[in-house]
């Protein structure tokens, strides 16, 4: 066993320390990547070291590098070498985190855990919840507690039941509210402000409007952080509004939720402590591996009297006193002890290394930001929030389609070079460029690199244009 896992932390460890050298992603058409690894279960076994050398050549190479300091597309997770240990503990001694009884310890990491996230987003003393796979699962267990909550057992009612959510709010919130047996017509689709924010008068009204119709308001999320720009919604006037009109409101902070760690977001997030339940992604600004997203909820009683069922056969390990069964709390009993992976690496680091990876990636964006402004040739769609910019070329010759068609080009072009990732996305139908700052590996180089490689796609897609180098 020791020879075995000698090679994989060789691997790992030799891949972490040479990211740089490696193209940001690389991928290989479906038809090759199954031709690779194609073959028929053996019969018999195969040496261990010949099965490393296959995965080394036909696997390990085609795909993103998310902890690459030039991934800044999408939203990227770059875990620590602790957290990937303590992932590696949890399977090695494969915990089954779902009833007290047979996983004590395991499950006391994860009170834990879920305590320093309560005091982190500011949420009062009872509040608790459980690890999920990602921001998605715990949305949908919000989702469901919310719906039995509002209607219990009278699946009748769903028919009249609505959810709100900004138009900036993530597709996670419209699939699990249908998942949740909540019609598509139902899910409202919320303006946002000039600055992409939730627009609460427009919530109002439509609440309004949907309870004069004879429905039944379910849910309200808002956004501590969209993904889009990293916009954060009005907090305290969403949570106000949902106090005087009695209805859920959850909190979709799995972008943005941890940057609460410093001391000047904690203070743009005022409200989300307000919250009936939250929605937290460890795996991507606490830096642990995929797949560990969370959920608090402020009366972890409403989980257990939509979750909980207790068969015959497992009347052994009910849940009693003080314990806490977490398969009651979720879907899940079956279910992998993820608070490992988040103890180790925050009891290695520390939260002050931690806050400080965090605040440099926000300067980093503002420092991209800034290279936007001062560049003639591109525009600044949305400025650095939470690690976000959204910006674009500008080219005064094109009408609108031509110029969302040009800065698709750039974008693919850029992507194709693979010594950058940076994705798109559409504001105010305008298609855009997307920065996302998020790894502790990231420096400016990279950040000079972006503009550089957008201004170079441009060059030669628009030839004879003079344009400017970047400056730094």
């Given at each position: 066993?020791?020879?075995?896992?000698?090679?994989?932390?060789?691997?790992?460890?030799?891949?972490?320390?040479?990211?740089?050298?490696?193209?940001?992603?690389?991928?290989?058409?479906?038809?090759?990547?199954?031709?690779?690894?194609?073959?028929?279960?053996?019969?018999?076994?195969?040496?261990?070291?010949?099965?490393?050398?296959?995965?080394?050549?036909?696997?390990?190479?085609?795909?993103?590098?998310?902890?690459?300091?030039?991934?800044?597309?999408?939203?990227?997770?770059?875990?620590?070498?602790?957290?990937?240990?303590?992932?590696?503990?949890?399977?090695?001694?494969?915990?089954?985190?779902?009833?007290?009884?047979?996983?004590?310890?395991?499950?006391?990491?994860?009170?834990?855990?879920?305590?320093?996230?309560?005091?982190?987003?500011?949420?009062?003393?009872?509040?608790?919840?459980?690890?999920?796979?990602?921001?998605?699962?715990?949305?949908?267990?919000?989702?469901?507690?919310?719906?039995?909550?509002?209607?219990?057992?009278?699946?009748?009612?769903?028919?009249?039941?609505?959810?709100?959510?900004?138009?900036?709010?993530h597709s996670s919130v419209a699939r699990a509210a249908w998942i949740a047996g909540v019609p598509r017509a139902n899910v409202r689709a919320i303006a946002t402000d000039a600055a992409l924010r939730l627009d609460v008068a427009a919530l109002a009204a439509q609440l309004r409007h949907d309870r004069e119709a004879g429905l039944a308001p379910m849910m309200v999320v808002a956004s501590a952080g969209t993904t889009n720009t990293g916009a954060i919604d009005p907090l305290a006037d969403v949570?106000?509004?949902?106090?005087?009109?009695?209805?859920?409101?959850?909190?979709?902070?799995?972008?943005?939720?941890?940057?609460?760690?410093?001391?000047?977001?904690?203070?743009?997030?005022?409200?989300?402590?307000?919250?009936?339940?939250?929605?937290?992604?460890?795996?991507?600004?606490?830096?642990?591996?995929?797949?560990?997203?969370?959920?608090?909820?402020?009366?972890?009683?409403?989980?257990?009297?939509?979750?909980?069922?207790?068969?015959?056969?497992?009347?052994?390990?009910?849940?009693?006193?003080?314990?806490?069964?977490?398969?009651?709390?979720?879907?899940?009993?079956?279910?992998?002890?993820?608070?490992?992976?988040?103890?180790?690496?925050?009891?290695?680091?520390?939260?002050?290394?931690?806050?400080?990876?965090?605040?440099?990636?926000?300067?980093?964006?503002?420092?991209?930001?800034?290279?936007?402004?001062?560049?003639?040739?591109?525009?600044?769609?949305?400025?650095?929030?939470?690690?976000?910019?959204?910006?674009?070329?500008?080219?005064?010759?094109?009408?609108?389609?031509?110029?969302?068609?040009?800065?698709?080009?750039?974008?693919?072009?850029?992507?194709?070079?693979?010594?950058?990732?940076?994705?798109?996305?559409?504001?105010?139908?305008?298609?855009?460029?997307?920065?996302?700052?998020?790894?502790?590996?990231?420096?400016?180089?990279?950040?000079?690199?972006?503009?550089?490689?957008?201004?170079?796609?441009?060059?030669?897609?628009?030839?004879?244009?003079?344009?400017?180098?970047?400056?730094?």
């Open positions: 066993m020791r020879a075995l896992g000698a090679q994989v932390v060789d691997v790992v460890a030799t891949h972490l320390a040479t990211l740089r050298d490696q193209p940001v992603t690389q991928a290989l058409p479906r038809r090759e990547a199954e031709a690779r690894v194609a073959m028929a279960p053996p019969e018999q076994g195969t040496p261990f070291d010949a099965i490393m050398d296959e995965l080394r050549a036909h696997v390990i190479p085609y795909h993103a590098r998310e902890p690459h300091p030039g991934f800044l597309g999408y939203i990227p997770s770059c875990p620590t070498f602790p957290a990937v240990l303590g992932d590696w503990l949890a399977t090695g001694f494969n915990f089954f985190a779902g009833v007290w009884p047979v996983a004590s310890g395991p499950n006391a990491l994860e009170l834990l855990v879920l305590s320093w996230f309560r005091d982190w987003i500011g949420m009062p003393p009872g509040t608790s919840g459980l690890l999920t796979a990602g921001g998605s699962q715990a949305t949908l267990t919000a989702m469901l507690a919310a719906r039995h909550h509002v209607i219990g057992d009278d699946a009748a009612r769903l028919a009249g039941c609505t959810v709100y959510v900004s138009d900036q709010g949570a106000a509004l949902c106090e005087r009109e009695s209805i859920w409101l959850h909190v979709d902070a799995a972008y943005g939720g941890f940057a609460m760690l410093a001391p000047d977001v904690r203070a743009r997030m005022a409200g989300i402590e307000r919250a009936d339940s939250v929605t937290l992604d460890p795996h991507k600004w606490l830096f642990v591996p995929f797949e560990c997203g969370g959920l608090l909820v402020r009366d972890p009683d409403r989980l257990t009297a939509f979750f909980r069922v207790t068969p015959e056969y497992l009347r052994d390990v009910e849940a009693a006193d003080r314990d806490v069964n977490f398969a009651d709390y979720g879907e899940q009993l079956t279910r992998y002890a993820r608070a490992l992976k988040v103890w180790l690496s925050v009891r290695y680091f520390g939260v002050a290394a931690i806050r400080a990876a965090i605040e440099e990636a926000m300067r980093l964006a503002r420092v991209a930001e800034s290279l936007v402004r001062a560049e003639p040739s591109l525009e600044l769609l949305s400025p650095a929030q939470l690690g976000i910019v959204c910006f674009r070329v500008r080219e005064p010759s094109l009408d609108a389609t031509a110029l969302d068609a040009l800065n698709e080009a750039i974008n693919a072009r850029v992507n194709a070079n693979a010594r950058v990732l940076i994705s798109s996305t559409r504001l105010r139908g305008r298609f855009s460029l997307r920065l996302c700052v998020l790894g502790y590996r990231t420096t400016e180089a990279e950040i000079a690199l972006v503009i550089r490689e957008v201004l170079d796609a441009y060059r030669s897609s628009r030839p004879g244009i003079g344009i400017s180098s970047p400056r730094t």
